[in-house]
Structure formats: C-alpha cells, structure tokens
C-alpha cells in the first residue's frame, strides 16, 4: 500500500507533461489513457495504461474506459480506514493520490458554426465528470486537479512535505465541483434549448470570472464581473479595453445600457449615458456630426458620462471627444491619430467591441433576494409593431423620422419614461417618475423652445390627457404612445383639439 499512483487524463494538455514528469521524479506511478498517454510515452514518461489496471479493454469507441472498480475503488476508498484497506487488497486495487482530469471540450464544440448535434453529444464527457466527482469527494486523501494553473502550487507541497495539505486539496476539491458543475450547465443550456423548452422546472446557469472589482456600486459592497460562456460578442462583457484605469460596477452597468442603445441605429450615431440612462442621442451623416448632436441634447448631463459610438472614431471626433470629462468610450475601434488624442488621458478608459457581430438572443436574468427573474429581452421595434393612427392628422415624414428616434431611445429610459426628439436627436429626457406627465414635464422642460415642432414618445400608455396638454402648450406636433388606456378617447380627443398627429404601437417598453 506504499505504492503512489497519479491518474492523469485531460483535454486539455498545456503543461501536463512537465507535470507529470515531475511527479515521476516524485516516486509517482503514472495512470494514463487515449492521447494523453500517446503524449506522455512520447515525452519519455513512463506510463501504465487504464486498461492494464482495469484488466479490461475500452470499449464503444472510447466511451467506456475508467469506468470501473479497479479506478473508482482506489479514487474513493478511504486510505485511512482498516476495512477499506482490506477490501482494496482483497481485490487487487492500488489507492490513487493525485487525480488530474479535464473535460472533453463541449463548451468548443458546441461554439463551431457548423457544429452537428452527433458532434456535441459525442463532446459530453461521462467518465471524466465521474472522476473527478469522486476525487473531490475524497479530497481528504486524493488530490484533484483540473486547472493547469495549480500544477505548480501542488507540486511545491509535494517536494516540500512529500503530501499536498488539507486546505489545498479541499480548495481543489471546491474547484471541481464549480467545474463540473458549469460544465454540466452548459450541457443543460444546450439539450433545453434542442428540446425547445421554454419555462424548464430546474433553470442551470453559469458564468466565467472576467475579472474582480474594487466595489460594487458603492465602496462598502464587494463586487466582480462575470461573462457568460458562449454569450453575445456583441456585448460589454467581451469588450477590449485599450486604455485607461479599471472597470467599475457603475462603469459596467453604463457601459452596457450605452451599447444596447446605439445597437438601436445604422446611421452614425452617438449615445450619451450617465447612471443607466441616456442624456443625449444624435445621429448624422457622419459621427462627429452624431457627436456633436448628442453633446448639444444636455451639455450638462453629458459631463462625467460614457459614450458609445458605432463607427470607427476619428481623429476629429476624437478632439471633440477631448474637450469633455468622460469615463467611458465605447466604439468599434480607433484610428492611430484618434488614439493618440484620447489616451493623453491617462484615466479615460477606451473599449472596443466588434460591431460585426449580431446581437445574440438572450434571457435577461434580475436577480431579487431569494430568487431570480428571467424574461425574454426587449427586441421588439416598429417593424413589428401594428401601427395605428387613431387622430385626425398624420404624421409628416419629418415627424415621422423623430417619432422612429424618440421610440428607438425610450424604450432604455427608465420608466415612467418620456423622450423629445427631433428627426437627429433627442433634445430632452425624462426617466424614472412615479408619474407620466412628471416625466413628461422634466423632459419638455429641458427641451425647452426646441421642443416647439418636435415629437414627444411615451414607454406606455397615457392614464389620462394632462400629458398630451402639457406637450401641446411646448409646442409639440406629433407623439408616439403603445394606447391601450381606458381613456384613450380622451387623449385622441386632446390631440386632435391641438392638431397633434398620435401614433399607437400596440406595445409598451417599460424597464424598472
């Protein structure tokens, strides 16, 4: 029983071998099977087959090979325990100590474009899970590895103290059950998904450490960032930062509701976000027109701000850009000159995302004390509304243009939400009021004589006509609302009395 066996058996190869030659140096019997032991006899390793151990062949094209006594007895029998012992002799099985297993690599299969449902099952490894549950289970006496990155820090224990220490292996262990267990999430994702469920009775998601935070939204709460595996590209979570401090919880939150807004619009653009919501929207026929139109909707609002951009910036934006104390750009890229520009600023963070990627259809997941809510995004835009015109007048092309921009923007304010817009720009914002025509008036307000031939859009019906009354006193001419009120009447009635052109989309965008 003095007899030291390490079962090396992974996906995985990056510095395995060195690893292994070590603990072959270390006194080690080293297990292996398939292409792992093809690399480790290459490298001059000796190595014992699985099947010289099991005394069995594998089988049904490599799916069954460790699954067997004479592996999973000396991976869970407790090496300490006198009647373990004798049964591990009575049956000829030898204890395992370290245990290195990773994963046939499903999450890479199941990413090819052209990845078949056969290729994805065959990718669903069983005995490699099985082994590693067993070993971190039995972490008191086996040491289970499963990230390249803890080859060293086990090797240093062993030729320090010839044994790896209980808080190692049970911090493997943990490791383990995190790996096996996101592993298994994406399996789950993958058939839920080929199955076509929608509502499944057990929901199974997991998430990859980008990269821990300072704090959370503020400095007493600790925080990190997360991405999901296989998740949109089109997303904050895969953005490139070029340059500039690190990332904060607010930075990531602004940051993603500035992107999902300018994903709104194939014109140059430029969107203008401070703490979740937008304060300036424009576009134009280049983006440092856009940039100038969302700097003019709130000059004020705009200091301190991320900014997110869908075209490649330029050296002249980029000096307009300068001029202001921003936390965040967001674009696709950068020319050299436009770089040269904005990293003079050492804290400016510039981040880029590939804007050649679609957005990818997600479950938006909101966590509550005790649970979780999970709905559908919010991706639903007038092509797919069906419009009415319930008043007497149309809306003009003109109008029309403002009407589409002002429905693209507040459908990301918080609501109760009210946006005025002209046909380039928004020209004033009001979010997250307990009333309609409270957000209507803080809006109207900050749009001021600009408001006077403009469209005002409303995220959900209006309750009663003060709304409308208070659009058409500022000189609005056009308004673009889901209707669906039980007084409906009245506000048509409103806005036909001031010649307002009102447009019903059916569907209301709320978002708290």
Same mark, same amino acid.
């Given at each position: $029983?003095?007899?030291?066996?390490?079962?090396?058996?992974?996906?995985?190869?990056?510095?395995?071998?060195?690893? /292994?030659?070590?603990?072959?140096?270390?006194?080690?019997?080293?297990?292996?099977?398939?292409?792992?032991?093809?690399?480790?006899?290459?490298?001059?390793?000796?190595?014992? #087959?699985?099947?010289?151990?099991?005394?069995?062949?594998? *089988?049904?094209?490599?799916?069954?090979?460790?699954?067997?006594?004479? *592996?999973?007895?000396?991976?869970?029998?407790?090496?300490?325990?006198?009647?373990?012992?004798?049964?591990?002799?009575?049956?000829?099985?030898?204890?395992?100590?370290?245990?290195?297993?990773?994963?046939?690599?499903?999450?890479?299969?199941?990413?090819?474009?052209?990845?078949?449902?056969?290729? /994805? *099952?065959?990718?669903?490894?069983?005995?490699?899970?099985? =082994?590693?549950?067993?070993?971190?289970?039995?972490?008191?006496?086996?040491?289970?590895?499963?990230?390249?990155?803890?080859?060293?820090?086990?090797?240093?224990?062993?030729?320090?103290?010839?044994?790896?220490?209980?808080?190692?292996?049970?911090?493997?262990?943990?490791?383990?059950?995190?790996?096996?267990?996101?592993?298994?999430?994406?399996?789950?994702?993958? $058939?839920?998904?080929?199955?076509?469920? +929608?509502?499944?009775?057990?929901?199974?998601?997991?998430? +990859?450490?980008?990269?821990?935070?300072?704090?959370?939204?503020?400095?007493?709460?600790?925080?990190?960032?997360?991405?999901?595996?296989?998740?949109?590209?089109?997303?904050?979570?895969?953005?490139?930062?070029?340059?500039?401090?690190?990332?904060?919880?607010?930075?990531?939150?602004?940051?993603?509701?500035?992107?999902?807004?300018?994903?709104?619009?194939?014109?140059?653009?430029?969107?203008?976000?401070?703490?979740?919501?937008?304060? #300036?929207?424009?576009?134009?026929?280049?983006?440092?027109?856009?940039?100038?139109?969302?700097?003019?909707?709130?000059?004020?609002? *705009?200091?301190?701000?991320?900014?997110?951009?869908?075209?490649?910036?330029?050296?002249?934006?980029?000096?307009?850009?300068?001029?202001? @104390?921003?936390?965040?750009?967001?674009?696709?890229? @950068?020319?050299?000159?436009?770089?040269?520009?904005?990293?003079?600023?050492?804290?400016?963070?510039?981040?880029?995302?590939?804007?050649?990627?679609?957005?990818?259809?997600?479950?938006?997941?909101?966590?509550?004390?005790? #649970?979780?809510?999970?709905?559908?995004?919010?991706?639903?835009?007038?092509?797919?509304?069906?419009?009415?015109?319930?008043?007497?007048?149309?809306?003009?092309?003109?109008?029309?243009?403002?009407?589409?921009? #002002?429905?693209?923007?507040?459908?990301?304010?918080?609501?109760?939400?009210?946006?005025?817009?002209?046909?380039?720009?928004?020209?004033?914002?009001?979010?997250?009021?307990?009333?309609?025509?409270?957000?209507?008036?803080?809006?109207?307000?900050?749009?001021?004589?600009? /408001?006077?031939?403009?469209?005002?859009?409303?995220?959900?019906?209006?309750?009663?006509?003060?709304?409308?009354?208070?659009?058409?006193?500022?000189?609005?001419?056009?308004?673009?609302?889901?209707?669906?009120?039980?007084?409906?009447?009245?506000?048509?009635?409103?806005?036909?009395?001031?010649?307002?052109? =009102?447009?019903?989309?059916?569907?209301?965008?709320?978002?708290?």
């Amino acid at each position: $029983m003095t007899k030291k066996r390490a079962l090396i058996s992974v996906s995985d190869k990056s510095g395995v071998g060195e690893f /292994a030659k070590e603990l072959a140096s270390l006194g080690f019997e080293i297990i292996s099977t398939g292409g792992t032991k093809k690399m480790l006899e290459e490298q001059g390793i000796p190595v014992i #087959g699985v099947s010289d151990v099991t005394g069995f062949p594998e *089988i049904l094209e490599g799916r069954v090979k460790t699954l067997n006594p004479m *592996i999973h007895g000396g991976l869970l029998a407790k090496q300490d325990d006198e009647n373990h012992r004798k049964q591990l002799e009575e049956h000829g099985i030898d204890p395992i100590q370290i245990v290195c297993v990773n994963l046939y690599p499903f999450q890479q299969t199941i990413e090819k474009p052209d990845v078949t449902v056969e290729d /994805a *099952i065959e990718n669903i490894d069983i005995g490699g899970p099985a =082994m590693l549950r067993a070993s971190a289970k039995n972490h008191d006496y086996i040491t289970v590895v499963v990230d390249p990155a803890d080859y060293r820090t086990v090797l240093e224990e062993l030729k320090a103290d010839g044994k790896t220490t209980l808080e190692t292996r049970r911090r493997l262990a943990a490791k383990v059950f995190r790996h096996t267990a996101a592993y298994d999430a994406l399996i789950a994702e993958y $058939m839920t998904n080929l199955a076509q469920e +929608e509502t499944p009775e057990k929901l199974t998601v997991t998430y +990859e450490l980008k990269q821990p935070l300072r704090y959370g939204e503020n400095p007493h709460q600790q925080a990190a960032f997360y991405q999901k595996p296989l998740g949109s590209k089109f997303s904050i979570a895969y953005a490139k930062q070029l340059h500039g401090k690190e990332l904060s919880y607010n930075n990531i939150n602004d940051a993603d509701a500035a992107l999902q807004i300018v994903k709104e619009f194939q014109k140059p653009a430029a969107v203008a976000v401070k703490h979740m919501n937008p304060c #300036g929207v424009g576009t134009g026929e280049t983006l440092f027109e856009a940039f100038e139109k969302a700097f003019s909707a709130d000059p004020v609002s *705009i200091f301190g701000g991320i900014i997110a951009l869908n075209r490649e910036v330029d050296v002249e934006t980029a000096k307009k850009l300068h001029e202001i @104390f921003l936390e965040i750009i967001i674009a696709p890229s @950068f020319t050299e000159e436009a770089l040269t520009v904005l990293t003079a600023k050492k804290n400016l963070r510039l981040l880029t995302i590939s804007f050649d990627h679609g957005s990818k259809k997600e479950k938006k997941l909101t966590s509550i004390e005790g #649970g979780l809510l999970v709905q559908d995004q919010d991706c639903f835009t007038l092509d797919d509304a069906n419009i009415t015109i319930p008043t007497k007048r149309q809306p003009t092309d003109e109008e029309w243009e403002a009407l589409k921009l #002002g429905w693209k923007v507040v459908k990301h304010v918080k609501s109760n939400a009210i946006v005025v817009s002209q046909k380039d720009m928004t020209i004033g914002i009001g979010a997250g009021q307990m009333n309609r025509v409270g957000a209507a008036e803080i809006a109207l307000k900050q749009a001021g004589s600009k /408001a006077e031939g403009a469209a005002l859009a409303s995220d959900a019906f209006f309750p009663m006509d003060d709304t409308v009354e208070a659009a058409a006193k500022a000189g609005i001419t056009a308004i673009i609302q889901p209707g669906g009120s039980i007084r409906d009447a009245d506000s048509i009635k409103k806005a036909d009395e001031y010649g307002i052109a =009102m447009v019903f989309t059916g569907v209301r965008h709320f978002k708290h």
